[in-house]
């Protein structure tokens, strides 16, 4: 039972379930002291993100910690234990018709922890800002099981440094979040996705960049293309009597506001396609979730071999798209890029050859943004900084390991540089 | 005076009562400020007693004298100048326009001032991915002049605007009225360039939104200067919004203006701005700024929306319903544009005003949960009666952002000492409902004694490992942030008289 736990190929000798933050601490302070090493287990959703780890004898299951510690719905403010999922949380958050304006890739079995420390990120984050701009606090169990906190409970707040944010996108590196505070918002009156469709990404590329600085206010502008962006065009586009082009790229608008807004915005976004010659477009009812991410999202089986994600200036993740829709293996890609963020992630299904890496690599640098390679085969990883060259903030962050975990207790060698 | 380094308790409490006298007659250069004076010309290296003396406070009630101020025109030069201080063990401390409230540009342990006001360029302005590049002694209110042209805005507005730095918004993660909807400096800042300790150049995150690796850029925003020297700031920018209305409502006590905004907030509808000034600091701003309040108004809420048109309609709407619940006495939506900018300037400069009622002001900063405000405003009118000193609020209501500002004379010890006390129960008071000891103007010298009130010694340990982490232990700002030995004991009393230094009592 422990192969479930398996990573990079090394299986834990054991497994541990902390139920609270105090058991979580006694767990971490036994592995540090003999001397062991730990990997801490969300939903188990993104482990492929990271280095090959170094070592490995203890799995940390996080899912029991899946309680609300503390919610104030007058206040704008939930804290929740990392191990519950986003679904779970967004659940109990809807009683109250509010919600945590970001969504993150697979909900129901992606937890709070696993979200922030591999920067789970889908769509939303284009107007609202990362994950990192909604958490005001945060409580760590530190790498020999120390319990510590920062920040607070209420929106604002900046006494001693912002030690959340090492931890967000740490990959449990530094410790393990054990609770995190999140400043919530209200569940938009109104929710449509507008979802077009172009014959070029160049096309796409006007529209969305018309409408992401336009007055529109959209909640997230998502760029898809790929063979999954041309099936799903040519799905709506039949139901729509019309036809897709065979390279076609779809854009999908997400808009969420009162209903005299959304309205409006509905209207000025289908204009401004028009004007930008979209080959067709429906506008979708948001109510039922966003749309925005069944068609963005993940792809159905077999996972990809190659995941690549980057973030560039928003303006020129259009010319990223086609580098890489133009570049090798684009017989089976997918790509999805959030147009106001600037982020970009490619998937390949293909054989992963050094030609393709070398070639998708060079179209992110091109484009002025740093590859992390999210996801690739054993062989890749073992060889290769799938972080890319940081330059001198690296040294910074093999420091800050060494101060927080100078044994190599949390996920030795997964982070950037191999720390 | 020497340029070393200065015995620690050489650190007074304004005012003094004594003219300042310095011991040595004839000052003599350092070794260190000539090798300074290599690198910037003589006339921007600072160091007779007499010269420095500009540079001793900031905005906050506590004062120290600098080793020397150094003023490079240069991030290059700023490099060149961390190196020598390194070589000569003597810190640095970076600072801006020294608004500051919690005496974060104070010099400690005889640390160089850093003045960064001659990096004051606006490097450029990407229309298209809305970014501009800044160098940090620009003027926050000079941005957004900068960037307007392009329709677009720069979003924290500290009420000091129009003389802070973003550096030193960066260095103390500043906020303003307008980022209760839309996030505070860290929210809008993509990346910094920095000068660190052995005197590396190099990008914190970048132009881009997002760069893999530790998000050394988030832990370095609010860490007041102890981390580094901010050279360049990448600021994202948003588009003007398409309609603003500016409201005022007036209300006949406090707790009813409180209970609106509780209930403004809890509504959901998140305004741009939710704002509150009371009775005392309405009578200060009425003469200096005829915003044309109500004479019986005892608090007065200013709440502004903007966005599209219609979500403008719809939230004002809503707004002007709540306040009407709750009884306002007065309700009025700025007609024009010089209407607003009235009323903005009523709220932004109401600070300065208060210096018609005395001749000085203590300002706190605490954060509360929005639904504590009626209590927690009766409370500290309560304690200015027990306390017999007046304490004028002015506050970023709906964030739970208190602003009470005590109101004494410095020239009389007595009240001195009152509102040093009134300021400590004030954020207790904030603990108690589960608050913060500071939303926006940072620990300092300040409040460091007082983090021990939310914050363990494990808590504080953590925290302290950034500095080595980025080999900043001892170089930048010493004696800020975290407690000394005796705070970690005695809080807050020992906070206290040690701010009543031996100065103030001779
Ligand atoms: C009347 C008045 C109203 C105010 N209203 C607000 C408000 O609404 N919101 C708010 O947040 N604050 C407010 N403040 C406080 C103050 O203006 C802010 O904290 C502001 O950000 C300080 O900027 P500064 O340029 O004056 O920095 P300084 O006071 O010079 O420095 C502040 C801190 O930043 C560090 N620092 C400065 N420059 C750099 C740099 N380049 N690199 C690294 N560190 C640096 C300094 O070491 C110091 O610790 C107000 C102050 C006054 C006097």
Redesign the pocket.
């Known amino acids: 039972m422990t192969d479930s736990y398996e990573l990079d190929g090394i299986t834990p000798s054991r497994v541990e379930h902390p139920a609270t933050v105090d058991d979580l601490s006694v767990t971490l302070g036994t592995v540090h002291s003999d001397g062991q090493a730990a990997v801490l287990w969300g939903g188990g959703t993104r482990m492929h993100v990271g280095n090959k780890i170094a070592r490995y004898d203890v799995a940390v299951d996080m899912t029991g910690l899946d309680r609300i510690v503390d919610y104030r719905p007058p206040d704008l403010v939930v804290v929740a234990e990392a191990g519950m999922t986003l679904a779970a949380l967004q659940a109990e958050l809807r009683v109250n018709n509010q919600r945590l304006p970001f969504d993150v890739q697979s909900p129901d079995s992606a937890t709070i922890g696993g979200s922030l420390a591999s920067n789970n990120v889908g769509p939303l984050r284009s107007s609202y800002g990362g994950v990192r701009d909604f958490v005001i606090g945060m409580s760590i169990v530190q790498a020999d099981g120390t319990m510590t906190k920062s920040g607070g409970s209420v929106v604002k707040n900046v006494a001693g440094y912002d030690m959340a944010r090492l931890h967000i996108g740490a990959l449990g590196t530094l410790g393990a979040i054990a609770t995190v505070a999140f400043k919530i918002g209200p569940v938009p009156q109104t929710m449509r996705t507008v979802a077009a469709w172009f014959d070029s990404a160049e096309s796409a590329a006007v529209a969305g960049m018309r409408i992401t600085n336009g007055a529109f206010m959209p909640e997230a502008v998502t760029l898809v293309a790929g063979q999954r962006a041309v099936a799903h065009a040519t799905e709506l586009a039949a139901g729509n009597s019309g036809a897709a082009s065979d390279n076609a790229v779809m854009l999908l608008i997400a808009l969420a506001a009162g209903s005299a807004t959304v309205e409006r915005q509905v209207n000025d976004t289908t204009a401004t396609l028009g004007a930008a010659m979209a080959d067709g477009f429906v506008v979708l009812d948001g109510d039922a979730g966003y749309p925005v991410w069944s068609l963005a999202g993940e792809q159905p089986p077999p996972a990809p071999t190659l995941s690549i994600r980057s973030t560039v200036k928003p303006a020129e993740a259009f010319d990223l798209v086609n580098a890489l829709a133009a570049g090798a293996g684009s017989d089976d890609i997918h790509i999805v890029a959030q147009i106001g963020f600037g982020t970009v992630e490619a998937h390949w299904r293909n054989q992963v050859s050094p030609d393709l890496v070398r070639s998708a690599r060079d179209a992110v640098s091109g484009a002025g943004g740093i590859p992390m390679i999210e996801r690739c085969p054993p062989e890749l990883k073992s060889e290769l900084d799938v972080f890319g060259d940081l330059g001198a903030p690296l040294e910074v962050m093999r420091r800050l390991k060494q101060q927080f975990d100078p044994k190599g207790t949390l996920s030795p060698g997964r982070f950037a540089g191999r720390i | 005076m020497g340029q070393g380094r200065v015995p620690v308790n050489n650190r007074s409490c304004y005012p003094r009562y004594a003219p300042i006298c310095h011991p040595e007659p004839m000052p003599e250069k350092s070794p260190l400020v000539r090798e300074l004076e290599e690198v910037v010309e003589p006339s921007h290296v600072v160091w007779r007693p007499e010269d420095l003396l500009v540079y001793e406070y ?2 906050s009630i506590d004062r120290n004298n600098p080793g020397a101020v150094v003023v490079p025109a240069s991030a290059e030069q700023v490099s060149e100048i961390i190196k020598i201080a390194r070589k000569h063990d003597v810190p640095v ?10 005496g ?2 104070i010099s400690m342990e005889g640390a160089i001032v850093l003045a ?1 006001t001659r ?1 004051n360029k606006v490097l450029n302005i990407d229309k298209e991915n809305r970014v501009a590049i800044v160098e ?2 620009v003027v ?1 209110l000079e941005l957004g002049q900068a960037v307007a042209p392009y329709g677009l805005q720069y979003i ?6 129009s ?15 307008h980022c209760l909807a839309y996030g ?2 860290t929210n809008h800042v993509l990346g910094m360039e ?1 000068v660190l300790a052995d005197g590396t150049l190099t990008w914190l995150g970048g132009e881009t939104r997002e760069v893999p690796g530790y998000d050394l850029r988030g832990v370095f925003i609010g ?9 360049k700031v990448a600021v994202r920018l948003v588009p003007v919004p398409e309609a603003i209305r500016t409201m005022v409502a007036a209300f006949s006590s406090v707790e009813a203006a409180s209970e609106t905004v509780a209930d403004i907030v809890a509504s959901g509808v998140i305004p741009g701005a939710v704002e509150m000034i009371d009775r005392l600091c309405i009578e200060a701003v009425e003469p200096a700024f005829h915003p044309g309040y109500p004479e019986d108004a005892q608090a007065i809420l200013l709440v502004e929306v903007d966005g599209l048109r219609e979500t403008v309609d719809e939230q004002a709407e809503l707004v002007e319903q709540l306040c009407r619940q709750h009884g306002t006495t007065d309700w009025r939506t700025a007609e024009d544009e010089e209407e607003r900018e009235t009323l903005w300037a009523s709220r ?2 109401a ?2 005003a208060l210096g018609r009622l005395a001749p000085n002001y203590y ?1 706190i ?1 605490g954060v509360i949960p929005p639904t504590r405000l009626p209590e927690t405003m009766s409370k500290i009118n309560a304690l200015s009666d027990e306390l017999g000193i007046p304490i004028a609020n002015v506050l ?1 209501a709906g964030d739970g952002n208190l ?1 009470p500002c005590i109101l004494f004379d410095s020239r009389d010890p007595v009240q001195v000492e009152k509102a040093l006390v009134a300021g400590g129960r004030i954020l207790e008071m904030c603990v108690e409902v589960g608050g913060a000891l500071s ?4 620990i ?1 010298l300040e409040k460091q004694g007082y983090l021990p009130l939310v914050f363990t010694d494990e808590d504080l340990d953590a925290m302290a490992r950034l500095k080595p982490a980025f080999g900043a232990a001892g170089m ?2 010493p004696g ?1 942030i975290f407690p000394t030995d005796e705070q970690r004991e005695g809080v807050p009393h020992a906070t206290i008289m040690q701010r009543l230094t031996v100065d103030m009592v001779i």
């Open positions: 900031d905005g401390v970076p600072r801006g326009a020294g608004t500051g409230l919690s974060g540009a960064l990096l940090p002694g926050n924290p507005d500290p009420s000091s605007q003389a802070c730095t973003i550096g030193g918004n960066v260095g103390e993660n500043a906020g303003g009225p505070v400096t920095v860490s007041e200067g102890t981390l580094g020297v901010v050279t932004k400069k600070l300065g300002l900063d970023h602003h939303g926006e103007h940072g300092g930048f700002n800020k």
